[in-house]
């Protein structure tokens, strides 16, 4: 089955800065990428997605990217804010398949 | 955007008895819905897949006589836990897919203590 590893676990930054996270997958055949933001106690949210026919997508301050030949994709979220704090979660789906198989997560700390 | 509601948002019993989870797309037809559960500081792990009018498909390691999942209609699937026990204390969350859409929507989640 499909397997997720997401980098880093946590992560801090100053207000204003970048934030990076990374993610890889073992399924040639996963085909779809979402990402999902989790503040403590609430259902995920998802931020972004991308899909397997699109090297890079961007939402204002977001960004996925996807190398499928390297099996990996990342989140990017530029000028940070303290209210991007939370966990951010990767995931994966294949092809025929809605399954989502979800990365560990990342909590990200936004320092005012 | 479609919105997926779960009932109850959290729940306190005892030992050994059993809890059912609603969860209901309220704006759309979902023809599969999915059931995680997250422990604290921990992932998404997917328990369970519920098709409507079929039976649920189980992960590995997952109990079905223990985790009962009923898709009864396109926009009702539950969860029952049976038999509860502590280690059975988490966040369950169901997720629903729209007819011919890939996103899932999850619901706000159910937290189970059990006594």
């Known amino acids: 089955g499909e397997n997720v590893e997401q980098h880093p676990s946590t992560l801090s930054v100053q207000e204003g800065d970048s934030a990076v996270i990374k993610c890889t997958y073992s399924d040639s055949a996963s085909n779809y990428f979402p990402w999902y933001k989790q503040e403590l106690g609430k259902r995920p949210q998802l931020i972004i997605d991308?899909?397997?026919?699109?090297g890079e997508k961007k939402d204002q301050r977001i960004a996925v990217t996807l190398n499928k030949t390297a099996k990996h994709f990342s989140l990017h979220i530029t000028e940070t804010q303290p209210e991007d704090s939370a966990v951010y979660f990767c995931a994966a789906s294949g092809a025929g398949s809605y399954q989502l198989t979800f990365g560990k997560g990342t909590k990200l700390s936004v320092i005012p | 955007g479609a919105v997926v509601s779960q009932h109850p948002s959290w729940v306190i019993c005892k030992s050994g008895t059993s809890v059912k989870i609603e969860c209901r797309s309220l704006?759309?037809?979902?023809?599969?819905m999915f059931w995680y559960r997250q422990f604290p500081k921990q992932s998404l792990m997917l328990m369970a897949t519920s098709n409507e009018g079929s039976k649920a498909t189980y992960e590995q390691g997952v109990e079905k006589d223990k985790f009962l999942i009923n898709h009864a209609s396109l926009t009702l699937s539950t969860l029952t836990v049976t038999s509860a026990h502590p280690e059975d204390s988490s966040f369950y969350i169901c997720?629903?897919?729209?007819?011919?859409?890939?996103?899932?929507?999850f619901g706000p989640g159910t937290r189970l203590t059990v006594l």
């Open positions: 704006d759309f037809q979902a023809t599969t």
């Open positions: 991308i899909r397997s026919n699109v």
């Open positions: 997720s629903a897919i729209r007819i011919l859409a890939s996103e899932q929507f």
